[in-house]
Nanobody
Framework: QVQVVESGGGSVQPGGSLRLSCAVSGILWDIDNTSWYRQSPGKEREMVAYISHLGTEIYADSVKGRFTISKDNAKTTVYLQMSNLKPEDTAVYLC????????????????WGQGTQVTVSS
């Protein structure tokens, strides 16, 4: 089975940086479109960054200029580099990705990770 595992979260002070990783493992051919979402208590899930199979990037206005999404195809891992973090960035960050597998006959299948906690406070 395909597994999606996020890591790299932690507690930092405002202005600090973190690099999140989304590792995809299992029997697969390729990682297609991938997004990073975040969830905070009492708030709706928000998409903060997206990268297409061909590398096109899209960011939410709230993180544009501070966050950068990228991927390493050899390691089947997607990253989210977060800089100049603010208290409002505090949330559980989740990875959502489309993956092609032999069993899907080349049709992408969607997977979610469990999330990694990011806390920004003084």
């Amino acid at each position: 089975q395909v597994q999606v595992v996020e890591s790299g979260g932690g507690s930092v002070q405002p202005g600090g940086s973190l690099r999140l990783s989304c590792a995809v493992s299992g029997i697969l051919w390729d990682i297609d479109n991938t997004s990073w979402y975040r969830q905070s208590p009492g708030k709706e899930r928000e998409m903060v960054a997206y990268i297409s199979h061909l590398g096109t990037e899209i960011y939410a206005d709230s993180v544009k200029g501070r966050f950068t999404i990228s991927k390493d195809n050899a390691k089947t891992t997607v990253y989210l580099q977060m800089s100049n973090l603010k208290p409002e960035d505090t949330a559980v960050y989740l990875c959502n990705t489309d993956v092609t597998t032999p069993y899907g006959l080349g049709i992408p299948e969607n997977y979610w990770g469990q999330g990694t906690q990011v806390t920004v406070s003084s």
